[in-house]
């Protein structure tokens, strides 16, 4: 599998919204936990969650300057990791 979840960047705000694709399928945890790092690997962001069945979560960035991303979840199984752009 190349991933097992999408991202949605907001246009009006600095957010990310994540969505895991077939939850149930790949989850093989009780806790997701949301890593952002810059293109040069430091890390802005992290923060576990609760996983569910329905796990959405939105990420706020609001200190970060518009640039490429890497967000990484990882549920302590599985990992992916996906680029995204903050304009």
Known sequence: RDTFFSTLESEVSKAVFINFLKLSDVISSDKIKI???????????????????EFNQAVT????????????????????????VIE
């Open 35 to 53: 890593s952002v790092f810059d293109i040069r690997g430091r890390r802005i962001f992290e923060n576990s969650y609760i996983a569910s069945s």
């Open 61 to 84: 960035l609001n200190a970060i300057q518009s640039g490429m991303y890497l967000v990484t979840v990882n549920d302590g199984n599985n990992q992916a990791t996906k680029k995204i």
